[in-house]
C-alpha cells in the first residue's frame, strides 16, 4: 500500500508570492490534516479536512487555507507569502478523524520564503 | 483549546541507560495520547500511544504511563540504542491532535 505522497519536496518563493502544496493520502484514508513545523516549535495545527468538508482549523491566518477533493486528495494554499511562513509542512492522512487515531505523515514540503 | 508542555528539549544518554521524556497537557477531557519518532530528515511515525482508560502501555523497549489526575504521560525508552537517536513527540487530543515542542535525543556509543 502506497504511503502519504506530497509535493512538491522543495519550494522556494519570495515575499508576496502564492505556493499551493499536494498530499495524496493513503487508499481509502478520508482524513488529511495539514501541519506546520518549525524548529524548536513542534507540529503545529493548521486544518483538517474529512470527506471534503474541513472539520477543523488552526490559529492561523486566513492567508493559509485548502480543500480535499472527492478522491481525498487535498491541497493547501498560502497567499501572499511571509518570510516567517518558511517551513517545513507536513500532511497526515487518517482512516477516521485525525485527532483520535494513528497518523501517516508524509515526508513534507519544504518552503523557504526569500 | 489544548496545550502540551514536554520536557526536555534536549537528552543525552549513554547507549544502554534509560531515557525518559515527560509532557503535560491542559485539556482534562483529552482522551488519546500518542508519540511520534522523527528521524533526522524523515517523517514523523508513531511508536506507541495510549487511551484514557489504560494507565501504562509497553512494546518491547518502549513504555507509556498516564497520569490523568495530575494530566502528564511519559515515555520510557529501556536500553537505549543508537537507532534510538530523533526527535521524540508527544500530542494530547481536543478537537485536533496538540504537540509538544520535540525532544532531540542522543545516544553515546
Known amino acids: 500500500k502506497a504511503g502519504v505522497t506530497q509535493t512538491p519536496r522543495y519550494l522556494i518563493k519570495t515575499r508576496g508570492q502564492q505556493v499551493t502544496l499536494s498530499c495524496s493520502p493513503i487508499?481509502?484514508?478520508?482524513?488529511v490534516s495539514w501541519y506546520q513545523q518549525t524548529p524548536g516549535q513542534g507540529l503545529q495545527f493548521l486544518f483538517e479536512y474529512f470527506s471534503e468538508t474541513q472539520r477543523n482549523k488552526g490559529n492561523f491566518p486566513g492567508r493559509f487555507s485548502g480543500r480535499q477533493f472527492s478522491n481525498s486528495r487535498s491541497e493547501m494554499n498560502v497567499s501572499t507569502l511571509e518570510l516567517g511562513d518558511s517551513a517545513l509542512y507536513l500532511c497526515?492522512?487518517?482512516?477516521?478523524?485525525?485527532?483520535?487515531?494513528?497518523?501517516?505523515f508524509g515526508s513534507g514540503t519544504q518552503l523557504s520564503v526569500l | 483549546g489544548e496545550n502540551v508542555e514536554q520536557h526536555p528539549s534536549t537528552l543525552s544518554v549513554q547507549e544502554g541507560d534509560s531515557a525518559v521524556i515527560k509532557c503535560t497537557y491542559s485539556?482534562?477531557?483529552?482522551?488519546?495520547f500518542p508519540w511520534y519518532k522523527q528521524e533526522l530528515g524523515k517523517r514523523p511515525q508513531l511508536i506507541i500511544d495510549?487511551?484514557?482508560?489504560?494507565g501504562e502501555k509497553k512494546d518491547q523497549r518502549i513504555a507509556v504511563t498516564l497520569n490523568k489526575t495530575a494530566k502528564h504521560f511519559s515515555l520510557h525508552i529501556t536500553e537505549t540504542q543508537p537507532e534510538d537517536s530523533a526527535v521524540y513527540f508527544c500530542?494530547?487530543?481536543?478537537?485536533?491532535?496538540?504537540f509538544g515542542a520535540g525532544t532531540t535525543v542522543t545516544v553515546r556509543a
Open positions: 495510549i487511551r484514557s482508560n489504560v
Open positions: 487508499s481509502g484514508h478520508r482524513s
Open positions: 485539556d482534562s477531557a483529552s482522551n488519546y
Open positions: 497526515a492522512s487518517s482512516r477516521g478523524t485525525g485527532n483520535n487515531e494513528k497518523l501517516f
Open positions: 500530542a494530547a487530543n481536543d478537537y485536533k491532535l496538540s
